[in-house]
């Protein structure tokens, strides 16, 4: 994985993605998770031009595509395009405005290596509201994690600062980035970073299990009923699969492999499961249903985890336009 490439090797991938241009660097960026794409984004961003030598070991037959004597930079408009043909507009606007914007998250970003475990640890003593902010500068899997180590209590009050956060004043991030530098011992934003609010929240809890979320959700409720309601009409479990078109199932179908499809259907409802098998050949769904039942019992985490990756297939494919989610009103989806 990138995020363990040696510094070297973490540079020659940037310089090959900055010479294929950005719609073949699109393409790759789009099959690397979160962390793997801020990491080559950042190293895109700082990379200084680079001469054709340093191009030739690397790029080998694809030098035919240099003329003699290039050299090769990504400026911030070349970046900014790649990110958002591959992330869609609003995933790459947070992490432009991080890597572009030279954006004071240098000691946050540090967490994003550390173990949730050890991260919980490491700021469950810090204030509620510096909790949040913290949380919503990390991907939304690393912050469901987190909260799982918190006791109820922190846990409810943090969730609850996250979505009625409104931003953070760029003083306000440096200094906590400044706090967080000297835990973990490591710029500057022109604008408040829009991040935190319900989208944000919604995003989290599809990653803190069932039960953690039924207790959350209970909270927010009791703080504010109508908080609670636009939390849930922001989230995308499995089950909304349901609300998606005939055509969207089979795109998602020829996405998924058939060991993790027949794991995550030993969750779903009987409603869902016909769903499928009725977008799938005969022969198909006759197979199917023969491997489920021949399954036996699955424990609960395993049909969650590969629920969950179902789900991030779905997300990308609605990014890029291939499936419209249900009730969602389209863009505005998110799972």
Sequence with gaps: MIAAMPDEGLEKSALLLIALGTDE??????????????????????????GRSRLEPILGELESHFSQGASVHADQDQIREMLTKALGDERAANLIARVLQGSDTAGIENLKWLDASTAADLIKNEHPQIIATILVHLGYDQAGEILKHFSDRL???????????????????????????????????????????????????????????????????????????????????????????????????????????????????????EKVFKNMSSRAAEILREDLEAKGPVRLSEVEVEQKEILKIVHRLSEEGRVVLGGKGGDDAFV
């Design 155 to 273: 846990r409810n009050d943090v969730v609850l600062r996250v979505a009625t956060l409104n931003g953070v004043q760029p003083q306000a991030l440096k200094e906590l980035n400044e706090s967080l530098t000297t835990m973990l011992s490591g710029a500057q934003t022109a604008k408040k970073a829009a991040l935190g609010g319900v989208r944000h929240v919604a995003e989290i809890l599809n990653f803190v299990g069932s039960a953690a979320e039924t207790a959350i959700l209970d909270n927010v409720r009791e703080y504010d009923a109508d908080l609670a309601q636009k939390i849930l009409d922001e989230m995308f479990v499995f089950e909304n699969l349901l609300e998606i078109d005939d055509r969207g199932i089979q795109t998602i179908l020829r996405e998924v492999q058939s060991d993790s499809l027949i794991v995550a259907l030993k969750g779903a409802s009987p409603e869902l499961r």
């Design 25 to 50: 660097a699109a393409g790759i960026l789009k099959h690397l998770g979160p962390r793997e794409v801020q990491k080559l984004s950042m190293k895109m961003a700082n990379m200084p031009a680079q």
